[in-house]
C-alpha cells in the first residue's frame, strides 16, 4: 500500500509570491488533516477534510490560505500571498476512520517552505 | 489547547532508560504516540484508549491516566534506533482531530 505523498518536498519562494502544496492520502482514506511545524515548536492542527467536505478549518491562520479536496482525493493548500511566518513544515495526513481518537494518523515527509 | 511534554530533550546512552510525559488540561479521550525522525514523516507507535491501559511497541510502552490527564511513554533497554522526536498527540471526546505537543527530542548515543 502506497504511503501518503506531498509534493514538492522543498519550496522556497519569495514574500507576497504564492505556493501550492499537494497531498496525496492513502488511497480509500477519506480523513484529510493538514498540520504545520514552525521551527522546534509543536505540530499544529490547520484544517480536516472528510472526503471532500471541510470538517474543521480552526487552524487556518487567515485567509491567505486555502485547501481544496477535489473528488475526495487528493488534496492542495495555496498560500498567497505568502509572508515570513509562514515558513515551515507542512504535513498532510490521512486516516480511515472518522473519529481520530482511535484511529492513527499516515503521514507524508511533509513540505519544508521557506519564504525570503 | 496543546499538550506539555516533558522532558523537552533527552540524552541516553545505549541500554539506558527514559520516560517522556505528556501532560493535558483537558478532558482526555485518547492519547497517540508518535516519532518523527529528522526529515522524515511522523511514524505512529501507539494509540491509548481511557480506561489506563498500558501498551506496547518492541521495547517501546505507554500507560495512560485519563483522571489525571497524563500519559507517559516508557523507553527501555533503549537502542540507537530511538533517537528522533516524539510526539503525543490528544483528542477529546469530539475526536474529530489531535492536538500535538511540543515534542521531546531523543538522542541515544553508543
Redesign the interface.
Known sequence: EAGVTQFPSHSVIEKGQTVTLRCDPISGHDNLYWYRRVMGKEIKFLLHFVKESKQDESGMPNNRFLAERTGGTYSTLKVQPAELEDSGVYFCASSGLVRSYNSPLHFGNGTRLTVT | Q?PVQSPQAVILREGEDAVINCSSSKAL??V?W?RQKH??????LM?L?KGGEQKGHDKISASFNEKKQQSSLYLTASQLSYSGTY?C?T???A?????????TRVLVKP
Do not use: C, W
Open positions: 496543546q479521550y485518547s497517540h508518535y526529515g522524515e514523516a511522523p511514524v505512529f494509540i484508549l510526539f498527540g483528542a477529546g471526546a475526536g474529530n482531530k489531535l492536538t500535538f505537543g511540543g515534542g
